[in-house]
């Protein structure tokens, strides 16, 4: 699960809605590294977003800015922390924003259905992956 | 102004208390860098701090993460922004935290009264730049 989180091949398979393509620029999963990833649509549209890894603890958490450069200069706090149940594996995401404006802002923009699809999109490929595919 | 942030030598002169002496282990005020201060007290007493640039855009703003690793894995997001009033810079700081316990436990510690006299101290500092010394 974690690497799904941290290794850019298997991230970009998972990450978004399903009809947007991830182009991973940079993808330095350590304390300090940089991110950097545009999702494109199928007209050639693209939507950037980028961070920087304040620290990266295998295979516990995960804690990052975020920022939509459609929407620059809005940045977001998130972290996610990974709890081992034994045959799964549960993720909790918490995210903070530099103000209720930019919560609002990404909650309206669709973020909770592209969620909801990444978190499937991840399940199946974790799927695949325990079958060898 | 934005030298004194940015510059780990000038920042070393105003950040933190006066009875502090800074050690700059790491300070690259680029977009994506990462800084790593220690505070040290009379008695030799650390206090290390850390953090990863999100954004540094000269000479108008930094967005940082900030981590006291006294207290490790809470973070903070801090963004800087300075606006040119002539003769005078305003520099306006901006913090959100990962709850309210955070921010509480950042106000208990005393943090106003340490910022206070670091603006006292970058305040001096800039006045000596002003005049070569």
Chains 1, 2 share one sequence.
Request: charged share 30%; with cysteine.
């Amino acid at each position: 699960m974690f690497r799904a989180y941290t290794d850019p091949d298997l991230f970009a398979r998972w990450w978004g809605p399903r009809r947007l393509t991830n182009k991973i620029l940079k993808f330095d999963s350590r304390s300090g590294g940089e991110w950097h990833v545009i999702q494109v649509d199928t007209d050639g549209a693209e939507y950037g977003f980028r961070g920087v890894n304040h620290e990266v603890v295998p295979p516990e958490r995960i804690c990052q800015t975020f920022e939509f450069l459609g929407v620059p200069g809005h940045v977001a706090l998130q972290t996610a922390t990974f709890e081992d149940l034994g045959n799964k594996t549960r993720v909790v995401a918490h995210v903070v924003f530099e103000s209720v404006m930019d919560r609002d802002g990404m909650v309206d923009s669709g973020m909770r259905s592209g969620a909801d699809e990444s978190m499937e999109r991840l399940g199946e490929l974790l799927d695949e992956l325990k079958s060898g595919k």
